[in-house]
């Protein structure tokens, strides 16, 4: 059974420094199951994007923040999501993740410390290229959510990632197909999609790490 008092910054360290990690296959475990239709294929070149994975202490427990995107027109609209956006032209993945995380949650780019990144993901249905960088605040955050942007701020402990029990699935229609999603279920907020994949990453990692203590 994995103790879960020593899920701390170092160990998310440590997890994101394994060699040998399959990150496909972690990715892959909170993947949707859907053959996406002909619309959704193409041969263009990916658009690039970065988002933050934020961790930071809060009542002396690790935690990371999701938003709640505002319902707008868009294929991830109203979806829970990291905070992050496309790349601009010459910008690098963290530095695109820090500059979407400031202007989405008003957290100053200077007071994040980049402690690493997991595998990058590409998303059919929007042709973007995701980085996730995984980055720390030393101080508990004080949010300032982008109004017409971001609806809701999620705060998470991190240890809730370990708890099979906040895992389901559902069998659901999208784009006139069958389609089922896998979720993570953290404070009534079904995660899945694109964000559920880079959470599953960081969750597999951080299983593999604690396993071999």
Do not use: C
């Not at 475990?29 to 988002?51: K, S, Y």
Request: net charge negative; hydrophobic share 45%; no cysteine.
């Amino acid at each position: 059974m994995l103790d879960l008092n020593l899920l701390s910054l170092s160990q998310v360290r440590r997890a994101l420094a394994l060699s040998d990690f399959d990150s496909a296959a972690a990715q892959r475990r909170m993947m949707p199951i859907v053959r996406l239709p002909q619309a959704f294929l193409t041969d263009a070149a990916p658009r690039h994007a970065a988002v933050l994975l934020l961790l930071y202490e809060r009542s002396e427990e690790t935690h990371f923040v999701l938003t709640r995107r505002a319902e707008r027109t868009g294929v991830h609209s109203g979806q829970i999501s990291l905070p992050g956006g496309r790349r601009e032209a010459g910008e690098s993945p963290v530095q695109t993740a820090l500059r979407e995380t400031y202007e989405e949650l008003g957290i100053a780019p200077e007071s994040v410390e980049v402690i690493g990144a997991l595998a990058e993901l590409y998303i059919p249905p929007s042709n973007f290229l995701v980085q996730p960088i995984v980055g720390f605040h030393a101080a508990p955050p004080r949010w300032q959510p982008r109004q017409g942007e971001v609806a809701e701020v999620i705060e998470v402990p991190l240890r809730l990632l370990l708890d099979d029990t906040l895992k389901g699935a559902e069998e659901t229609t999208r784009y006139g197909l069958p389609f089922r999603i896998l979720y993570y279920d953290l404070f009534g907020h079904k995660v899945w999609g694109a964000t559920a994949s880079i959470l599953s990453e960081l969750e597999m990692r951080l299983r593999a790490t604690l396993n071999s203590l």
